[in-house]
Nanobody, 122 residues
């Protein structure tokens, strides 16, 4: 099991940037695929970005491609989400998740953080 704690959320104007961090505890962090999910009010939780255990493979939802970058530092047990050119539709609670899957569905990830709010004003 991996314990996850997100930070870095906040309020930003459209066009601005934020960097989310997810600190993990547990010796097996480096073996897990990590994902950043997001959930807006009234909408389903969706995978925004994911990264393989080595960092060599990444996935991005079409809605964030070219604007978001996911990365990880296994020596620091941390995964990051750099979000640039933010739009009001990026407003959501962002969750960090760990899993042994290559899937995109929330149910395929077994460990979750508590979430951090990102609000983008127009």
């Amino acid at each position: 099991q991996v314990q996850l704690v997100e930070s870095g959320g906040g309020l930003v104007q459209a066009g601005g940037s934020l960097r989310l961090s997810c600190a993990a505890s547990g010796r097996t962090f480096s073996t897990y695929r990590m994902g950043w999910f997001r959930q807006a009010p009234g909408k389903e939780r969706e995978l925004a970005a994911a990264i393989s255990w080595s960092g060599g493979r990444t996935y991005y939802a079409d809605s964030v491609k070219g604007r978001f970058t996911i990365s990880r530092d296994n020596a620091k047990n941390t995964v990051y989400l750099q979000m640039n050119s933010l739009k009001p539709e990026d407003t959501a609670v962002y969750y960090c998740a760990a899993g042994e899957t290559t899937g995109t569905f929330p149910g395929e990830y077994k460990d979750w953080g508590q979430g951090t709010q990102v609000t983008v004003s127009s």
